[in-house]
Every structure is written in structure tokens, then in C-alpha cells.
């Protein structure tokens, strides 16, 4: 019953800009901590950065200066904007977040994933 959807991926050419937005929508109590993976081909998913509840950030790597998250509370909604992308850059985009629903007699927290958004980065 919960669901999150990205959006803004695209086609760039190396030194351009996204925005990614990933918006929850469902049963949601609270949503907790909120982040961005990336998975290229034949690697692994790896995190680019996680927000919490409160605005604190961390970031993976040295995407600190390129990359930026944040969220906005009020919408269920977390960004990812994405500055100077290198070809490297290039992946499956996906957003993540750990949200407490409320059942009949207790609330329970369960972490769910996007369907993903494609970046690609031309050089």
C-alpha cells in the first residue's frame, strides 16, 4: 500500500544539471529516513546520499559538491539535484525510504524502493 515513484531522469550532456524527485504515496504514518542509490551497469547499487526526518545529511564519496539532497515533509517528497555530471555519472537512479504505517493495533516500519530513473550522462 505504499508506493514510490521517481521522476527527472533524462538525457544530459556532461556538465548539465538534473533534478530527480521521488515521491511517497500510500499508507504513511511518518516517513524516517529518505535516500538516493545508483546502480550502473555491472556494478553494484551503491548509496549517493540519505536525508533524515530532520534535514541531516550524508553523503557517499565525494558527491557532496555535485550532488545535493534534500525533502520536503509536507509532500512526502525527496530530491536529489544533481550538478557539473560527468559520464560516469551514468546509472539507474533510485530513491529509498524507511516509512511507518499505521496497522490496526501497532505501526510498523518497512524500508521500500522506487522502480528507478535512468541518468545518462553524454560526454
Known amino acids: 500500500q505504499v508506493q514510490l515513484v521517481e521522476s527527472g531522469g533524462g538525457l544530459v550532456q556532461a556538465g548539465g544539471s538534473l533534478r530527480l524527485s521521488c515521491t511517497a504515496s500510500g499508507s504513511i504514518l511518518t516517513i524516517n529516513d529518505m535516500g538516493w542509490y545508483r546502480q550502473a551497469p555491472g556494478e553494484q547499487r551503491e548509496l549517493v546520499a540519505r536525508i533524515t526526518r530532520g534535514g541531516s545529511t550524508n553523503y557517499a564519496h565525494s558527491w557532496k559538491g555535485r550532488f545535493a539532497i534534500s525533502r520536503d515533509n509536507a509532500k512526502n517528497t525527496v530530491y536529489l539535484q544533481m550538478n557539473s555530471l560527468k559520464p560516469e555519472d551514468t546509472a539507474l537512479y533510485y530513491c529509498?525510504?524507511?516509512?511507518?504505517?499505521?496497522?490496526?493495533?501497532?505501526?510498523?516500519?518497512?524500508?521500500?524502493w522506487g522502480q528507478g530513473t535512468q541518468v545518462t550522462v553524454s560526454s
Open positions: 529509498n525510504a524507511e516509512i511507518v504505517s499505521q496497522r490496526p493495533y501497532y505501526t510498523e516500519a518497512n524500508t521500500y
